[in-house]
C-alpha cells in the first residue's frame, strides 16, 4: 500500500511538471499553442497561455486581441470589448483591434455602436475594404439596402475585383426589388370535339416587411365564351416560422365562381419540413363548396418533395385526392425543375358547356394528372417557365368516357 501511494505522488508529480513544460518554450512557441487551443475551442488553456505572456509583455497587442476573442467566441462579449477598448487606448489606429470590435458590436446586436466604431475606423484607413465591406454589412442588417449598395459601390471602386462585394451587391440588388410582374398564358387542348380552351393571368407581387402580397388578373376563352376574375393574395409573417396565406377572388363570368375565397397556415418545423392546413370556398349563381387542403414539404439537399391532400363534403357528395411533387431547385436563383402527379375524384362545376347543359350542377369527376414544368433564370431580373400538364379524367358523372387534356402553359417573370 506504501508503495502504491509513493507510486501516485511521484505520476502526479510528473504529470505537473508536463504541465507546465510549456513555460519553459518561447514567447512565440506558447502564443502559437494558445492560438491552436483557442481554435479547438480550449479557451481556459489559451487564456492562461495568454496571460502568462502578457505578464512578461504587457503591451503585446496582438496577445491582447487573441484573449478577446476567445471571451468573443464563448459570446462573452462585454469581456472583449473590454480588452479591445484597452488596446486602442493605447493605438486608436490599430485595423485589427478596430476589427474585432466591430464583429463584436454587430455579433451582440449593437448595430448603432458598430456603424459609429467603422466610421472612426474609416477616418483612420479611408480606402480600407474590410472597413468598407463592414459598413456595408451594418447597413444591411439595418435594413437600408440602398445605402449598403451605396457603399459596396465604393468597395468596387477601390477594387474593382473584390468578390465579396462583388456578391453582396448582387444579394442586395435582388432583396431591393419589392415588386415582381407575372405574365402567364396557357392553352388546352382536348382529345375530343371541343375546340382548345385559352387562359392565362396578369400579376403583381410586393414584398413587404410584414409578408407579401398579390393582385392578380385571370382571364379564361372557352366554349365560345371569353371571362375575367380579378384575385388578391396576402402572405402575412405571423413569426420567423409561422405564415398565413389568404385569398380572394370575384368574377361575375360564368367560367369562374362568383367569389373564391382561401385561407391556410403554415409552420415550418426542424427547418427543413413545412406543415399546413387550410380551405377554399367557392359561390357561384345558385350552389357553394367547401374544400378542405393540407400540405408537407420536405427540404432535403438542393430538393423539395411535397404532398397536398383536398377534400370535399357536401351533402350530395363527397370527393378526395391527392397530388405529389419533386422540385429540384439550381444554384442559379429563379432556376428549377418540378414534377408533379395526382389522382382521386374532385368536385366539378359545369354551367354553359356543350356537353353539362345549360344548367349549373357538381359532379365528383375522376382524374389522374401529371405535369413538368422547367424555369430558368434569364439574368438578374428576368425568368422564364414552361408546363406542360396532361390529365386523363371522366368526361360526365353518368358514363364511362374519359377525356385526355393536353395543357401548355409559359410564364414570363420580371422583377423591379
Not at 99 to 127: C, F, G, N
Not at 149 to 154: A, M, R, V, Y
Given at each position: ?74 459570446g462573452r462579449y462585454m469581456d472583449a470589448l473590454l480588452i479591445y477598448n484597452r488596446v486602442l487606448k493605447q493605438d486608436p489606429g490599430f485595423i485589427d483591434a478596430l476589427h474585432a470590435k466591430i464583429d463584436v458590436e454587430i455579433w451582440s446586436d449593437k448595430l448603432d455602436k458598430a456603424y459609429e466604431t467603422t466610421r472612426q475606423a474609416l477616418e483612420y484607413h479611408p480606402d480600407n ?97 371569353f371571362g375575367l376574375q380579378g384575385e388578391v393574395d396576402v402572405y402575412p409573417v405571423i413569426t420567423d416560422k409561422v405564415y398565413g396565406y389568404i385569398n380572394y377572388g370575384f368574377s361575375q363570368s ?163
Amino acid at each position: 500500500m506504501k508503495y502504491l501511494y509513493i507510486t501516485c505522488i511521484m505520476l502526479l508529480l510528473v504529470s505537473a511538471a508536463h504541465a507546465q513544460s510549456w513555460k519553459n518554450q518561447s514567447i512565440e512557441q506558447i502564443f502559437k499553442q494558445a492560438r491552436t487551443e483557442a481554435r479547438e475551442k480550449e479557451f481556459a488553456k489559451s487564456r492562461e497561455k495568454l496571460q502568462y505572456i502578457l505578464h512578461f509583455v504587457p503591451n503585446y497587442h496582438d496577445v491582447s486581441l487573441q484573449m478577446g476573442r476567445t471571451y468573443a467566441w464563448e459570446g462573452r462579449y462585454m469581456d472583449a470589448l473590454l480588452i479591445y477598448n484597452r488596446v486602442l487606448k493605447q493605438d486608436p489606429g490599430f485595423i485589427d483591434a478596430l476589427h474585432a470590435k466591430i464583429d463584436v458590436e454587430i455579433w451582440s446586436d449593437k448595430l448603432d455602436k458598430a456603424y459609429e466604431t467603422t466610421r472612426q475606423a474609416l477616418e483612420y484607413h479611408p480606402d480600407n475594404e474590410g472597413f468598407l465591406l463592414k459598413k456595408a454589412k451594418i447597413y444591411q442588417y439595418g435594413g437600408d439596402h440602398d445605402r449598403a449598395i451605396e457603399t459596396l459601390n465604393e468597395v468596387l471602386k477601390v477594387n474593382p475585383a473584390n468578390i465579396e462585394a462583388l456578391d453582396l451587391k448582387i444579394v442586395l440588388e435582388e432583396e431591393s426589388r419589392q415588386y415582381t410582374a407575372v405574365v402567364r398564358s396557357g392553352v388546352d387542348m382536348f382529345d375530343q370535339s371541343f375546340d382548345p380552351a385559352i387562359f392565362g393571368s396578369v400579376e403583381v407581387n410586393k414584398k413587404n416587411n410584414w409578408g407579401a402580397v398579390i393582385a392578380r388578373v385571370n382571364y379564361a376563352h372557352r366554349f365560345e365564351q371569353f371571362g375575367l376574375q380579378g384575385e388578391v393574395d396576402v402572405y402575412p409573417v405571423i413569426t420567423d416560422k409561422v405564415y398565413g396565406y389568404i385569398n380572394y377572388g370575384f368574377s361575375q363570368s360564368v367560367l369562374f365562381s362568383n367569389h373564391r375565397i382561401g385561407a391556410e397556415v403554415y409552420a415550418v418545423a426542424f427547418d427543413k419540413l413545412e406543415t399546413s392546413f387550410g380551405a377554399r370556398y367557392l359561390q357561384f349563381s345558385t350552389q357553394s363548396i367547401v374544400t378542405y387542403t393540407a400540405s408537407l414539404r420536405y427540404y432535403w439537399r438542393s430538393y423539395e418533395i411535397s404532398m397536398r391532400p383536398f377534400y370535399t363534403h357536401e351533402k350530395s357528395f363527397a370527393a378526395a385526392s391527392i397530388d405529389f411533387g419533386v422540385k429540384r431547385n439550381f444554384k442559379k436563383p429563379e432556376t428549377y425543375l418540378e414534377f408533379t402527379a395526382g389522382l382521386g375524384y374532385s368536385p366539378d362545376i359545369r354551367i354553359n358547356q356543350t356537353f353539362a347543359g345549360q344548367t349549373e350542377s357538381f359532379y365528383t369527376l375522376e382524374s389522374k394528372r401529371a405535369s413538368i414544368k422547367v424555369q430558368k433564370s434569364l439574368g438578374d431580373r428576368w425568368s422564364a417557365a414552361v408546363e406542360s400538364r396532361v390529365n386523363y379524367r371522366e368526361l360526365s358523372a353518368e358514363s364511362d368516357e374519359y377525356l385526355l387534356i393536353t395543357s401548355l402553359i409559359s410564364t414570363i417573370k420580371f422583377k423591379f
